[in-house]
C-alpha cells in the first residue's frame, strides 16, 4: 500500500516516541523522493542508517504497528549499490519536529546513482524526475555513477549508465 508524505512523517513520529537515543536516518529510493515533493507517494520504505543507529531504528520500529514493508540500509549501501564515503554528508536535511530523529534524504545525484543498479521503468521515471528538478548534468551522473562500486555484474551498470545518459541526453 503505497504512503504519502504525511504518512511517512506519521510513522517516524510514532518511531521517534520509541527511540530511547536520538539517531539520523537517511531516506532513499522513492521514500527520498516522496519527501523532496518529487513524487507524491512509495510504495515501499528505504531508509540508510549507520549500524548502531539501525538497530536502535529496528527495536522502536517493532514497538509500533504500521504494516509497511520497510527496508533498513546502513553505511551507504543502497540496494547493491555502495555510494561514495561522502554520501551522507551530501544528504539533505528534512525539517521535522521529531525530538529523536534526524531526517535526511540522499541527494538527488545518489538517488540517480542508487537507480541505475535495478534501472526499471520506474527507476526511469524517478531519475527523470531527478535529472529536471535538480538540473543534474550528464557529467555529474557519470561521474558520480562511476564512483559507486556495484555488486553485481559490473558490466550491466555500466551497460545502465550509459542508457540512462542516452535517454535523457541523447548521448552514445
Do not use: W
Not at 540496494?79 to 564515503?85: A, H, K, M
Not at 528538478?133 to 558520480?144: E, V
Amino acid at each position: 500500500m503505497p504512503i504519502e508524505r504525511s504518512g511517512l512523517l506519521d510513522l517516524l513520529e510514532e518511531v521517534d516516541r520509541k527511540l530511547k537515543k536520538p539517531i539520523t536516518i537517511i531516506a532513499a529510493g522513492g521514500t527520498a523522493m516522496t519527501l523532496l515533493g518529487f513524487k507524491r507517494s512509495t510504495i515501499d520504505i528505504d531508509f540508510d542508517l549507520s549500524g548502531d543507529d539501525a538497530k536502535e531504528f529496528r527495536g522502536a520500529l517493532k514497538a509500533v504497528a504500521h504494516g509497511f514493508r520497510i527496508d533498513i540500509f546502513t553505511k551507504g549501501m543502497i540496494f547493491s549499490q555502495q555510494l561514495p564515503d561522502d554520501y551522507a554528508e551530501k544528504s539533505i536535511a528534512i525539517k521535522t519536529g521529531l525530538k529523536k530523529i534526524k531526517l535526511r534524504v540522499l541527494h538527488p545525484i545518489d538517488i540517480v546513482a542508487s537507480k541505475i543498479g535495478r534501472l526499471n521503468e520506474r527507476d526511469m521515471q524517478d531519475i527523470g524526475a531527478c535529472i529536471g528538478k535538480y538540473k543534474l548534468t550528464a557529467d555529474q551522473i557519470k561521474q558520480r555513477a562511476e564512483s559507486v562500486q556495484y555488486v553485481g555484474r559490473e558490466e550491466s551498470y555500466a551497460d545502465n549508465i550509459k542508457h540512462v545518459l542516452r535517454t535523457f541526453f541523447a548521448e552514445k
